[in-house]
């Protein structure tokens, strides 16, 4: 992707993060304000098992489910930065392979290594006083992003794998069904010419 699409990416895809947020916390509150005010109203002519025959639990069910569809609204979005910080955090630690099996490889290492800092770090900053504890919980919290952006990239890696695999037996069947009915195609008019 170049720097170009990245931006306008980045322009279309941060204000609707921001807006499907907001809009999702919007409802969240909804749904645990909102029933207190209709407690106890029941909703006559409906005969739903309870709690469900209350018009409290119906609009906090009906808000939730509104505040899930803009959450994973902005999910979709917030992929896409997800995707590109993992790039920029693989290319910054050396990973430009382009062979699956080497990234992946080279993920797995990137990852062994940081947990083995980050377990060596640990007795040592906690022996700091005052900042000790501060300081393993920035380690901690910076080990577990890395962990996370190169267990991202290895789904992806993966993902891209296996989904170029599906495509190539995809074709590989379509074309083979495309020639047998070719075949019979030209056995049948064969047929019918021998048969004039």
Sequence with gaps: MSKGSVGKEVKM???RIVINLTVAFLFWIISQVGPIFVKGLTIPGISLPPPLNTVSSLVGLASTFIAMIFLVRAISDILFFADLSAEIVVRSLGIKE???????ARDLTYIILTLLLATAASPLLSSIPQ????????????????FLILIYDIGKVVHGVLHEKTRRIADWIGNLLEEKGYRNSNRKFGEKGSGE
């Design 13 to 15: 895809r941060l204000p």
């Design 98 to 104: 382009r062979k699956p099996l080497k990234r992946i």
């Design 131 to 146: 900042v000790g504890g501060y300081l393993m919980v920035i380690v901690s919290l910076s080990a577990l992003g890395i």
